[in-house]
């Protein structure tokens, strides 16, 4: 089954902040702050995003598992952890957590029976690209 082209359109238009971070970094370094923060906060709105997603496949069921509704909310608090806790002079480790749970994330999709065939094939190009984005503005720390 392949990828519908209306979400496969919108979720790579939502790469379009991932990388406007580091290529706003490189045509502008001295707003990189602005573009460090606009990275990390897309981020974690995305993942808060993968998490809804995740609580709206699970609450169609008859009997909504309160395991996966829990699941569903880690993603969020996550996300939401990674910006207050880290602080804004550890951006390399911000970056890299939360690409960390975007990976975990993917896995945790991947083994999903209950989504579509095509969504972790979607999944899988969209968290490879997030990826790159959050590991090149890491690099682009210094």
Do not use: C, K
Not at 133 to 140: D, I, N, V
């Amino acid at each position: 089954m392949t990828i519908p082209r209306v979400v496969l359109f919108y979720g790579l238009a939502g790469l379009i902040p991932f990388f406007a971070a580091p290529v706003g970094t490189l045509l502008a370094p001295d707003f990189r702050w602005q573009f460090n923060e606009a990275l990390l906060w897309w981020s974690a709105i995305i993942l808060s995003f993968l998490g809804g997603a995740r609580w709206g496949a699970a609450v169609q069921a008859e009997v909504p598992s309160p395991r996966l509704i829990g699941l569903a909310m880690l993603p969020s608090i996550a996300g939401w952890l990674i910006l207050v806790l880290v602080p804004a002079n550890m951006r390399v480790i911000q970056f890299s957590a939360l690409a960390t749970a975007l990976l975990l994330h993917l896995l945790w999709d991947l083994a999903a029976r209950a989504l579509p065939g095509w969504y972790g094939r979607l999944r899988m190009v969209l968290t490879a690209g997030a990826m790159t984005a959050l590991a090149w503005q890491a690099f682009l720390q210094g």
